[in-house]
């Protein structure tokens, strides 16, 4: 793997003193950012070792990373000999039957985007809170301490992508072990994994003919109608694909964002204090714990460069596995000051956890009605909430794509 350095930042043929660094970084504490990434953006690109063996270079600046994120010779298909892998055990969102990048990629999220635009996600608001109100009424039921994973975190996701979808309520917990194998890092075997996603693939199959069979308003129903009413909008293995990639990533990055939040809050009290005070910052406060990028880090960014790739100062040669580091981004002193400090005043608003350009998550608006809603309900239900363990006590999850917490014990 060649790469072009800044002349400035060290002598030719010097070694980075973080080109040692196992990626993800290791966090000092649960809810600490990694201290790599303090003072990070001095090197534009520094190398790094993935969970695979494998080797990359993590893009750090800001600017770097937004403008990468737009730039078709940055491939998000790293199905290629000498690309690095995430894991050796799993290909995770590597399918060789499908195109990650423009144009097929466009023409088959135009059509899924159809169900989350803003109109339709605003839609759904009343849902949500329905929702939110008897997870909120059964955890006041059962009295405390609860796990707020369990109580809240994970199965308000589920039911509203569940709901979006059209999957029977029946079938739900079902898609939490799918889900933990498909984000495996190194948490299951190969084999495990293809077990799995084999049940999960037979399930959308059956799941798709009953659609056809009595379709309703949900989005596999109209997607199903796309394929089979417009022909060559839709290939039948595109139709799978993307209602398996829907429902095992549609919830669980959300549920681990909504945790995490809740626990930074109550990490915080001066912020949590301030946000009770004054409810207008709730917007701002969900895009604050966004930055801080809770869910984990930017490991799932990986791409490769299909040409010479010319930055400020540098070039990404053709041929690079690259990683737009998005954790490094958000923590950019040139756009967010003092950004190890956790702030719900400060405008956050330009974090990059949702990504940018073609790859934006067609979910943000849906994740950040979910966040906002459950959020208020729940500090305005129970505003004594507070952990029964300290902070540095909580324990993260430990070999899997997503860094959620283990769990969340609460009690109010």
């Known amino acids: 793997m060649r790469v072009q350095e800044p002349e400035q930042d060290r002598e030719p043929g010097q070694a980075s003193a973080r080109a040692r660094c196992p990626y993800p970084f290791p966090r000092p504490g649960p809810l600490d950012p990694p201290e790599e990434l303090a003072g990070l953006r001095a090197e534009p690109l520094v190398p790094v070792t993935l969970p695979s063996g494998d080797e990359a270079v993590l893009v750090t600046r800001y600017a770097d990373v937004r403008r990468l994120l737009t730039d078709d010779r940055l491939s998000r298909n790293i199905d290629r000999p000498g690309a690095a892998r995430i894991s050796r055990n799993n290909r995770m969102f590597q399918d060789p039957r499908i195109n990650p990048d423009p144009p097929e990629h466009t023409r088959v999220r135009r059509l899924v985007m159809r169900a989350f635009t803003p109109a339709r996600v605003e839609a759904m608001r009343p849902f949500v809170e329905r929702v939110v109100d008897e997870l909120l009424d059964e955890m006041e039921r059962r009295g405390g301490p609860v796990d707020l994973n369990e109580t809240l975190a994970f199965p308000l996701p589920i039911r509203v992508m569940c709901e979006l979808l059209g999957v029977p309520d029946a079938d739900m917990e079902r898609f939490r072990s799918w889900t933990d194998h498909f984000l495996s890092v190194s948490r299951y075997t190969g084999p495990q994994i293809g077990a799995a996603m084999r049940e999960l693939n037979a399930y959308i199959a059956e799941l798709i003919e009953a659609k056809r069979r009595?379709?309703?308003?949900?989005?596999?129903?109209?997607?199903?109608?796309?394929?089979?009413?417009?022909?060559?909008?839709?290939a039948e293995y595109e139709l799978q694909w993307w209602c398996r990639l829907l429902l095992l990533v549609g919830y669980e990055t959300t549920a681990t964002q909504l945790g995490g939040g809740v626990a930074l809050l109550l990490a915080h009290p001066e912020q949590l204090a301030a946000l009770k005070a004054d409810r207008s910052l709730l917007p701002g406060a969900i895009e604050e714990m966004l930055r801080w990028k809770l869910v984990g880090s930017s490991v799932s960014m990986l791409r490769y460069a299909v040409a010479d790739i010319p930055m400020d100062g540098y070039t990404i040669p053709q041929?690079?596995?690259?990683i737009p580091a998005v954790d490094s981004a958000n923590q950019d002193e040139t756009v967010f000051p003092r950004p190890e400090v956790f702030d719900i005043t400060r405008d956050a608003s330009k974090q990059l956890s949702f990504s940018a350009g073609p790859h934006f998550c067609i979910g943000a608006n849906l994740a950040r009605l979910e966040l906002e809603v459950a959020t208020e309900r729940l500090f305005r239900r129970f505003p004594g909430l507070r952990l029964t363990v300290a902070p540095d006590e909580l324990r993260r999850q430990e070999g899997a794509l997503l860094e959620g917490f283990v769990e969340l014990p609460v009690t109010w």
């Open 214 to 234: 009595e379709p309703g308003e949900d989005l596999v129903s109209a997607m199903t109608r796309v394929r089979d009413e417009e022909d060559g909008q839709l």
């Open 319 to 322: 041929g690079t596995s690259v």
